[in-house]
């Protein structure tokens, strides 16, 4: 099962690393409770996690445009990418996050996979004075 520099980084602290590609199924699914917590915390709390803040951006709902995302939304943007936390399955993830790329370049809002599950937009925040 490969896994992504995000489930090495978790498994290396949580002991499970081995040097390899791959990770033993509980420590996948570690990695995938661990990566649900910090993306569902952050999007919910502040509408965006350290990285998207980091370079101004932020992400709203669709209908209405307002932020934060009330937390079954933030569910739903993170589900797309759980896929490639179940072992077993864990190519499937590499498929979505091709998708995603993709669809950024070719949609006109440039949303990804889990803009469209969870209905959102990733947009610039406006700068304060």
Same mark, same amino acid.
């Given at each position: 099962?490969?896994?992504?520099?995000?489930?090495? =980084?978790? $498994?290396?602290?949580?002991?499970? *690393?081995?040097?390899?590609?791959?990770?033993? +199924? @509980?420590? /996948?699914?570690?990695?995938?409770? =661990?990566? $649900?917590?910090?993306?569902?915390? *952050?999007?919910?709390?502040?509408?965006?996690? +350290? @990285?998207? /803040?980091?370079?101004?951006?932020? =992400?709203?709902?669709?209908?209405?445009?307002?932020?934060?995302?009330?937390?079954?939304?933030?569910?739903?943007?993170?589900?797309?990418?759980?896929?490639?936390?179940?072992?077993?399955?864990?190519?499937?993830?590499?498929?979505?996050?091709?998708?995603?790329?993709?669809?950024?370049?070719?949609?006109?809002?440039?949303?990804?996979?889990?803009?469209?599950?969870?209905?959102?937009?990733?947009?610039?925040?406006?700068?304060?004075?």
């Amino acid at each position: 099962m490969h896994c992504s520099s995000d489930e090495i =980084i978790i $498994a290396f602290v949580a002991g499970q *690393f081995d040097g390899s590609l791959n990770l033993r +199924p @509980g420590a /996948m699914l570690f990695a995938g409770f =661990i990566s $649900a917590i910090y993306e569902v915390a *952050f999007t919910v709390w502040k509408s965006a996690t +350290p @990285g998207k /803040m980091a370079v101004g951006i932020e =992400i709203v709902r669709q209908d209405d445009g307002r932020s934060p995302l009330p937390i079954d939304t933030a569910v739903m943007r993170w589900l797309p990418f759980a896929v490639g936390n179940i072992p077993g399955i864990s190519g499937f993830g590499a498929l979505i996050f091709l998708a995603s790329l993709i669809l950024i370049f070719v949609d006109q809002h440039r949303r990804s996979v889990s803009d469209f599950v969870g209905r959102t937009y990733v947009v610039r925040k406006p700068r304060r004075m």
